[in-house]
C-alpha cells in the first residue's frame, strides 16, 4: 500500500484505519469532487490555483467548502511532512456526506473530507527517449467535464480502452474536435506553433495545461487555444499530454501511426526542460 498517513474529517491516522460508512455519498452515488496535488522536495505545486479550482468545483455541484484557503494549506503541509516530504501526489475529495440513500441533496449533513499522498515517479527514461502511444475514441462523457468530480466512470472506461489497445492514454472527440485525454489535456505542435483546445464545459482546465501555456508565453514560444479536428491531429508535428502526476509526455505513436517524426520531437524537449527549470525553482522555494 503507498499511502501511509491519511486525513480524514479532521484527523491523521495510518491508511489502514481510516474508514466511512457505506453510505457515504461518495461511496453510493460518487457524489463529490476531487483534486491531485503534486509536491516537489516537499514543496507545493501551484497550490493557489489547484484550490481556486477546488472551490470552483465544490460551488458547480453545491457543496460547502468545509475548509477555508488556509486551512486547506495547512492540511496539506501537515500530510505531506507526516508523509516524510519528497516528491508526492496529494490526493484530495470532498464528498456530500453520509446519508440515507436518496438522490436529492441531504439537509444538514457534514461533508466528508478526505486526504492522501503517493509518491510521486519522475518520467522514465524510456518514455523521454521514445514517447508513449495514444489512440484516439468517442468522447462518452457528460456534459461537466470542467466540474473536477469523482464520478469517473466515463474516464475509467476510455483509459482501459486505450490500454486494451497498447496504448497509454485516449485522446477523446466530441462533436468532431478534440477535447482532451481520459486524465489529461492535450496540445499539438504544427509548423513550430502550440495549439491546445479552449477551456469549455468538455474539458478540465488542467493546471498543468495553464502552466505550459504561461511557459511558452514567458519564452516567446507561439501558441493559441483553438479547436482541432481528429484529422489535424493525425498531421500534427508533435502532439502531448499533459497533467500533474504525468507532467508533459509526448505522444510518439497515434492510432498505430507515427505523430511527426515519431520521436520526441525539438519543441517537446524545448518544454520539458523548461518544466523541469520550474520544477527545480519550486524545490529552492524560488517559485510556487
Ligand atoms: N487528472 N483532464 C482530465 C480529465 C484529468 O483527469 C486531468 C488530471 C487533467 C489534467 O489536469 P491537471 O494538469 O490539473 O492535473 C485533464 C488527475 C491527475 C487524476 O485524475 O489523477
Redesign the pocket.
Known sequence: MSAEIVYLNGEFLPAEKASVSVLERGFIFGDGV???I?VYGGRLFRLD??LK?LTDSLSSVQIKNPLSISQWRDVIIELVARNGGGDL?I?LQVTRGVATRDHAFPVNVPSTLFLMANPLKAMSDEVHKKGVAAVTAEDIRWKY?HI?SIS?LG?VMLRQQALDQNASEAILIRDGHIT??????VFIVKNGELITPPKSDF?????????VLEIAATHHIPFKEANFTPQVLSGADEVWL?????EILPVTLLNGFPVGCGKPDILWQRMIALYQEYKQNIRKNLSH
Open positions: 476531487y483534486e491531485v503534486p490555483e489547484h479550482r501526489s490526493y467535464c473536477k469517473l474516464h482532451e485525454g481520459a486524465a489529461s489535456n474539458l478540465l482546465p488542467g493546471i498543468t495545461r495553464d502552466l499533459t497533467s500533474s502526476t504525468k
